[in-house]
């Protein structure tokens, strides 16, 4: 039975009133010690200090709570950067869901190293956000977003649209049925993205409706983007899969000088192309096993003639189909196909493109690059929060995949500062450069962060982090004089160094001085 002594009260502060006495353990190890040390202050981030010196370095933490359009209609509200470091912080630690930020509030560290007062509690965060007015809340975190690619937007880029799903399980606004491949009938939210190819950076995202999948909905936000942007800054190359091969979007693109690549559905006009070339000579190689050939294609609904590249690839191999079940009591059937010897069996597709001073075998490669973005956006729904952070109104979800896209930009640029020459996923560089238990330990006037890693790479961490904080040493005392923005544009440049040949950037200026 319990008793009243038993239990260990806790002050507000966090310090437990009584000393745990030490305890002698039966292990399978045999007999252990344990001891508790109630005085020193940790934390299971440790590694975060790393970054939050990266933030303030760059003064980007800063630049997002100033912005904050929140109004605080009360002393004891808590305060906007409480709001914003928490909502950061549980987006960085890997969270999908607004309960979770109850397992930060226990931190005696971080907030102090934000220059926070506490982490609000998941209530609180989630009242911030309703309370910020919706249309000033999303600008304010688009010109974050859009803040950290700015300085990058001066160099040749190919900027990729595409959409994804997230299912959603429960009757939220928005959650209706449209379309999803992985999930049919599941209602959903559309995220529609624009994306910065090679680094990937986000460069914006618009969240809507189920039934909104269709890129009709997606150009409203892609030309304001690029609408914004001086002709210098303009991204090369308007890149995307067949939804995006539209009438609309590529008559948009022409009108507007843009140039673009998007893949064809195989309609029926279409496929008569490629009956027509099929037997025709002159294809040419289009690499990894592709043959390509030139053509020019009007549809019905265009209004004007477009080239086209029609590539094909032979398959090799057993050719096996499979039969649906026609209930869930039967087996599905499947069958090998017989093909003769003499018999060549080839997979097509057609790209439409501006590019015609592009040869075959270039344009093939750069509709082949576009599969990197796939790879974002698994990394976005299912080791960041685009899966997530579901709220009964659509405009909290619109506000949090802003802010997962940001704080994925940070993570993503922050990893690039300590590996610049591949990118680290987050299930791989979470416990490499950012889990590790964090002890604070105060004496005399200086204040210590002792940092124990339990990755085998600890070594290898140690390594990185201090060649980053080095480099923003360097960064933070020889260019005092520097803006936030010429500085953000330095650590831009030594982040991107291997997509830039290790040369510096060319200067947009396109931000005001902050």
């Not at 140039?259 to 309609?267: D, G, N």
Request: hydrophobic residues 40%.
């Amino acid at each position: 039975m319990t008793t009243s002594a038993d239990i260990i009260p806790i002050h507000p502060e966090g310090e437990r009133s009584v000393r745990a006495e030490p305890h002698h353990l039966d292990t399978f190890d045999g007999r252990v010690h344990g001891d508790w040390d109630l005085d020193r202050p940790c934390t299971p981030m440790g590694q975060a200090a790393y970054f939050i010196d990266f933030l303030k370095t760059s003064g980007r933490f800063e630049y997002l709570v100033d912005g904050c359009p929140l109004t605080r209609s009360s002393p004891n509200a808590s305060s906007n950067r409480d709001i914003c470091g928490t909502w950061m912080l549980s987006v960085l630690a890997g969270h999908s869901r607004y309960a979770h930020v109850a397992t930060l509030r226990g931190d005696p560290v971080l907030p102090e190293l934000l220059g926070m007062n506490k982490i609000v509690s998941e209530d609180a965060l989630r009242r911030a956000l309703s309370a910020m007015p919706e249309e000033a809340a999303k600008a304010w975190l688009k010109r974050s977003l859009e803040a950290c690619v700015e300085p990058l937007l001066a160099e040749r880029y190919i900027m990729d649209i595409d959409s994804t799903v997230k299912p959603i399980y429960g009757r939220q606004e928005g959650a209706v049925v449209g379309y999803n491949p992985t999930k049919p009938g599941r209602p959903s939210h559309v995220h529609h993205t624009y994306m910065m190819a090679g680094l990937r950076l986000v460069m914006g995202v618009e969240t809507v409706a189920g039934n909104a999948y269709n890129s009709c909905h997606a150009v409203p936000g892609l030309w304001a983007l690029i609408d914004r942007l001086p002709a210098h800054c303009k991204p090369s190359l308007l890149r995307g899969d067949s939804s995006f091969g539209t009438e609309t979007i590529m008559s948009e693109a022409e009108r507007r000088e843009q140039p673009y690549l998007f893949k064809l559905r195989l309609t029926k006009n279409v496929k008569r192309l490629i009956h027509k070339t099929a037997a025709r000579r002159g294809w040419k190689d289009a690499g990894h096993g592709w043959q390509g050939r030139r053509e020019t294609l009007r549809l019905d609904g265009w209004s004007c003639q477009r080239d086209v590249v029609i590539l094909r690839r032979r398959i090799k191999g057993e050719l096996a189909a499979i039969e649906a079940a026609p209930t869930s009591r039967t087996q599905m059937r499947l069958s090998f196909a017989e093909v003769e010897d003499d018999t060549a069996i080839y997979e097509y597709a057609v790209l439409v493109t501006s590019l015609a001073e592009k040869d075959i075998y270039a344009i093939a490669q750069l509709y082949r690059d576009r599969a990197d973005c796939e790879n974002v956006f698994d990394e976005l729904k299912n080791q960041w929060g685009w899966g997530g952070f579901t709220t009964q109104d659509l405009a909290r979800c619109r506000l949090t995949a802003l802010m997962v896209a940001l704080v994925f930009n940070w993570w993503n640029i922050y990893c690039r500062l300590a590996n610049g020459d591949t990118h680290l996923e987050a299930t791989t560089s979470r416990p490499l450069l950012l889990s590790g238990v964090g002890q604070r330990i105060e004496h005399g006037r200086q204040t210590t962060l002792k940092v124990t890693s339990t990755h085998a790479k600890a070594g290898l961490a140690a390594k990185m982090l201090g060649e980053v904080t080095a480099f923003l040493r360097r960064l933070a005392n020889t260019a005092e004089q520097l803006t936030i923005t010429e500085r953000w544009s330095r650590i831009l440049a030594h982040a991107a160094r291997a997509w830039l040949g290790n040369r510096p950037l060319r200067s947009p200026h396109l931000l005001a001085q902050m």
